[in-house]
T-cell receptor, first 112, second 113 residues
Framework: GESVGLHLPTLSVQEGDNSIINCAYSNSASDYFIWYKQESGKGPQFIIDIRSNMDKRQGQRVTVLLNKTVKHLSLQIAATQPGDSAVYFCAENRGAGNMLTFGGGTRLMVKP | DGGITQSPKYLFRKEGQNVTLSCEQNLNHDAMYWYRQDPGQGLRLIYYSQIVNDFQKGDIAEGYSVSREKKESFPLTVTSAQKNPTAFYLC????????????FGPGTRLLVL
């Protein structure tokens, strides 16, 4: 989840396959996590969130897994479609209040 | 159509000029936020407001100023003191300043002439 500047990590998948995007977070006290999808030139779009009292949460075609032991978060997208092509960011709540720390993002490219 | 609007979509700034970016929400959210995004990077927090008439500095507040006179509006001014203002600016809001999802506007791209 660390920023790598202009060279975003890229995941390339075939249409119809499942995608797994990973994120490492830094603060063991973080108790709320969010995944966002950002298309080129647009604002981030909320996908799914999870609180630290859960280790799995499912939405429509998406699943978020949280492993607090190794401070790892993943987003699974089932049956990936061309419209899923975007940059995906994880964000962690830093503690008190609602300040978020964002990861550097992963670019998902879906091949038809 | 409820949501967060930002204007303008593109903004050009001359050297030494202050410019103001608009952010409006009709979600009745208490908390609002401003982020900066540089190419290929994540978002960094500039300022946030927990409630009307209140705001706090984020991680990169130098060269920026904000106001929160109305619940629905949280304008950001990029001052001449901000030496590297070229970036994509994103406004967000959440129902409360607690463990609530932040929803984002479409962004304003600021370019320096």
């Amino acid at each position: 989840g660390e920023s790598v500047g202009l060279h975003l990590p890229t995941l390339s998948v075939q249409e119809g396959d499942n995608s797994i995007i990973n994120c490492a977070y830094s603060n063991s006290a973080s108790d709320y996590f969010i995944w966002y999808k950002q298309e080129s030139g647009k604002g981030p779009q909320f996908i799914i969130d999870i609180r630290s009292n859960m280790d799995k949460r499912q939405g429509q075609r998406v699943t978020v897994l949280l492993n607090k032991t190794v401070k790892h978060l993943s987003l699974q997208i089932a049956a990936t479609q061309p419209g899923d092509s975007a940059v995906y960011f994880c964000a962690e709540n830093r503690g008190a209040g609602n300040m978020l720390t964002f990861g550097g993002g992963t670019r998902l490219m879906v091949k038809p | 159509d409820g949501g967060i609007t930002q204007s303008p979509k593109y903004l050009f700034r001359k050297e030494g000029q202050n410019v103001t970016l608009s952010c409006e929400q009709n979600l009745n959210h208490d908390a609002m936020y401003w982020y900066r995004q540089d190419p290929g990077q994540g978002l960094r927090l500039i300022y946030y407001s927990q409630i009307v008439n209140d705001f706090q500095k984020g991680d990169i507040a130098e060269g920026y100023s904000v106001s929160r006179e109305k619940k629905e509006s949280f304008p950001l001014t990029v001052t001449s003191a901000q030496k590297n203002p070229t970036a994509f600016y994103l406004c967000a809001s959440s129902a409360e300043y607690s463990r609530e999802t932040q929803y984002f506007g479409p962004g304003t791209r600021l370019l320096v002439l």
